[in-house]
């Protein structure tokens, strides 16, 4: 079996990050990292997603964080959903420079999974971090 598993968009599911079905929605596709147990997506966002002065707006980078630490859950074969997010803007993020965005879990208590979301630029610079707290509500539905 794969070590990297490609993680497209449903073309059922509606959600606005990474489902397939949500016609305004970003359609992000991620890398789930099975030896590594994280989820790594690389992209350029584009002026569409952009606040001020051809930057990210805060709302998209808190979409991204809150994204690709949900599809942590996927280790663990849960379903979860976000309880708590909280993101640290730290350096602007260009939309039209490469990013990648990354997260992993940094333990669990319970039925509650504490994740762990970076933005990095293609230099490695963290440009936002979230932390999440993510509530299990039942095991994953496999396709």
């Not at 002026?47 to 949900?70: K, N, P, S």
């Not at 708590?84 to 420079?97: A, I, R, T, W």
């Not at 230099?123 to 299990?136: K, P, Q, S, W």
Request: charged share 25%.
């Amino acid at each position: 079996m794969s070590e990297t598993i490609q993680l497209a968009p449903n073309p059922t599911n509606r959600c606005f990050g990474c489902g397939g079905a949500n016609d305004a929605g970003m359609k992000l596709t991620f890398a789930q990292d099975n030896e590594k147990r994280r989820i790594v997506g690389r992209f350029i966002l584009g002026e569409r997603y952009q606040g001020g002065g051809g930057m990210a707006h805060g709302g998209i980078i808190a979409t991204l964080l809150d994204e690709v630490m949900g599809k942590v859950c996927r280790f663990r074969e849960v379903r979860a959903v976000t309880a708590e997010l909280n993101v640290e803007y730290l350096k602007p993020v260009n939309v039209q420079g490469e990013i990648v965005v990354e997260g992993w879990e940094r333990e669990q208590k319970g039925r509650n999974l504490f994740h762990v979301g970076e933005i990095r630029n293609v230099a490695g610079e963290v440009l936002a971090r979230g932390t999440g707290r993510f509530v299990i509500i039942g095991e994953a539905h496999r396709a």
